[in-house]
């Protein structure tokens, strides 16, 4: 019994290092807990410079929330749309007011709005680096759709400025 989990755990690191170096093989980047969190400070300090409090939430590639912010006496409502606007960027790879703007105008575009998943109000949008789409950042309850879009992107600026 011992030798046969040696022999599994030999072959599944042969396999994984094969894997690393198969050109058919994509190593993706991820949102980290450290990062969410930088980004999320930094999205609320943003907030807060503009004498605005909200909720901001980061998600991973797979659409989980890595790590959410709440200011004092944000209503509850918002916390759960911080997090659905930053799915729907990440889901979309793009902000969410955009997104919302073209639901609007457009009506190719009309049925997003039916999507249950979506929440097409601004305030979304995805954290890239190096042009991947690794996650993204939410906000709301700052005042509207342009404040809690503006929050993220100065937050998302002041962290990850080289790639967004």
């Not at 105008?105 to 039916?114: D, G, M, R």
Request: glycine share 10%; aromatic share 2%.
């Amino acid at each position: 019994m011992h030798k046969t989990r040696w022999s599994l755990l030999l072959g599944a690191l042969c396999t994984s290092a094969a894997l690393a170096q198969s050109p058919d093989v994509k190593i993706h980047s991820d949102v980290s807990l450290a990062l969410a969190n930088q980004v999320l400070d930094a999205t609320l300090q943003a907030c807060h410079a503009d004498q605005h409090t909200a909720v901001a939430a980061v998600v991973d590639r797979g659409g989980n929330l890595v790590a959410l912010q709440r200011d004092d006496n944000i209503g509850p409502h918002n916390t759960q749309a911080a997090q659905r606007k930053a799915f729907t960027a990440l889901s979309t790879k793009t902000p969410t007011r955009q997104l919302a703007e073209s639901a609007r105008n457009n009506p190719e575009s009309q049925n997003l709005a039916t999507v249950s998943d979506l929440l097409l109000l601004g305030g979304g949008v995805p954290l890239r680096s190096n042009g991947e789409v690794i996650g993204a950042v939410g906000v709301a309850g700052a005042g509207g759709s342009a404040t809690d879009e503006g929050c993220a992107l100065k937050g998302i600026h002041k962290v990850l400025p080289q790639d967004q």
